[in-house]
């Protein structure tokens, strides 16, 4: 069983495109995460959603939008794709906020 | 506010040779620490976290690490490593009371035969 998935594996796209990603847990966590790894294997997190809630909103482009339809779930949107976008995004759940957080494999997203 | 340092950017290593890797971290309050690992193309898997209580934790596949409060520092040492000990190692920290974990910039660990 998959316990963080997400959707797509890979994602190659042109500049100015609209794309999303989706995640999924069933760990029944509470908490989620949203975190870019640039090439020099940098990790930075970029959103999180506690029951559906927004809690962190690091200063992420408002191009990027997350959505939690519910607490299993949390999707992110990118509008108007550009090159810097390219990175690996993980995905992330725990059940407190200071728990251990459970990776997703990641999604490669490639911006030409 | 928090960080973390990770002074090596990459160790190269000899199979069955032990390995440490240091992580520093800076922080006005208390705070919890994890070691995660990535191995290539994949997600981050936890290795060992301290909460509280003994400052020597171990984790799994045979690391542990050291919690040193008076040196803010939280190293992850292994005795014997393995070809498949090969991977990234990140050191994490959030605070006590808080919800942001803050990643080091990692430690690209390569296991030579």
């Known amino acids: 069983d998959t316990a963080v998935s997400q959707t797509p594996k890979y994602l190659v796209t042109q500049m100015g495109n609209d794309k999303s990603i989706k995640c999924e847990q069933n760990l029944g966590h509470d908490t989620m995460y949203w975190y870019k790894q640039d090439s020099k294997k940098f990790l930075k997190i970029m959103f999180s959603?506690?029951?559906?809630?927004?809690?962190i909103n690091e200063t992420v482009p408002n191009r990027f939008s997350p959505k939690s339809p519910d607490k299993a779930h949390l999707n992110l949107h990118i509008n108007s794709l550009e090159l810097g976008d390219s990175a690996v995004y993980f995905c992330?759940?725990?059940?407190?906020?200071?728990?251990?957080?459970?990776f997703g494999p990641g999604t490669r997203l490639t911006v030409l | 506010a928090q960080s973390v340092t990770q002074l090596d950017s990459q160790v190269p290593v000899f199979e069955e040779a032990p390995v440490e890797l240091r992580c520093n971290y800076s922080?006005?309050?208390?705070?919890?620490l994890f070691w995660y690992v990535q191995y290539p193309n994949q997600g981050l898997q936890l290795l060992l976290k301290?909460?509280?209580?003994?400052?020597l934790v171990k984790g799994i596949n045979g690391f542990e690490a050291e919690f040193n409060k008076s040196q803010t520092s939280f190293h992850l040492r292994k005795p014997s490593v393995h070809i498949s000990d090969t991977a990234e190692y990140f050191c994490a920290v959030t605070q006590a009371a808080g919800n942001k974990l803050t990643f080091g910039g990692g430690t690209r660990v390569l296991v030579k035969p």
């Open positions: 959603y506690n029951n559906k809630e927004l809690i």
């Open positions: 922080s006005s309050v208390s705070v919890y």
């Open positions: 992330a759940s725990s059940q407190e906020s200071v728990d251990t957080q459970y």
């Open positions: 301290y909460l509280s209580g003994s400052t």
